[in-house]
């Protein structure tokens, strides 16, 4: 089964940007559909981006649309997540998920559907 550790977290200023990564090891990256969530302090974790196992399709939550940018490299079992314009409202603990699934053009936008869960990832955006 596939393990997830997320790095690139990080203190940035309003308007600035980020690059987490979620890295997979295990056999089934590249067959998994993936996607990023978020969890603000006193907030439920709530879906930010997903992306199919071919990377050929991919959807946002309306928050982050034409800032966020959702990725993957099957050749380095890795995920990306470019965070472009951030807000003081981005800042959260950014969790990668995955999903094994045969399909190659499906993503998955609810917590219920994601099987395996990565620790987390500080970001933090100051005003």
């Known amino acids: 089964q596939v393990q997830l550790v997320e790095s690139g977290g990080g203190l940035v200023q309003a308007g600035g940007s980020l690059r987490p990564s979620c890295a997979a090891s295990?056999?089934?990256?590249?067959?998994?559909?993936m996607g990023w969530f978020r969890r603000a302090p006193g907030k439920d974790r709530e879906f930010v981006a997903a992306i199919s196992r071919s990377a050929g399709t991919t959807y946002y939550a309306d928050s982050v649309k034409g800032r966020f940018t959702i990725s993957r490299d099957n050749t380095k079992n890795t995920m990306y997540l470019q965070m472009d314009s951030l807000r003081p409202e981005d800042t959260a603990v950014y969790y990668c998920?995955?999903?094994?699934?045969?399909?190659?053009?499906?993503?998955?936008?609810?917590?219920?559907?994601?099987?395996?869960w990565g620790q987390g990832t500080q970001v933090t955006v100051s005003s």
């Open positions: 998920a995955a999903r094994p699934t045969s399909s190659h053009t499906v993503y998955y936008t609810s917590t219920y559907d994601y099987i395996v």
């Open positions: 295990g056999r089934t990256f590249s067959s998994s559909a």
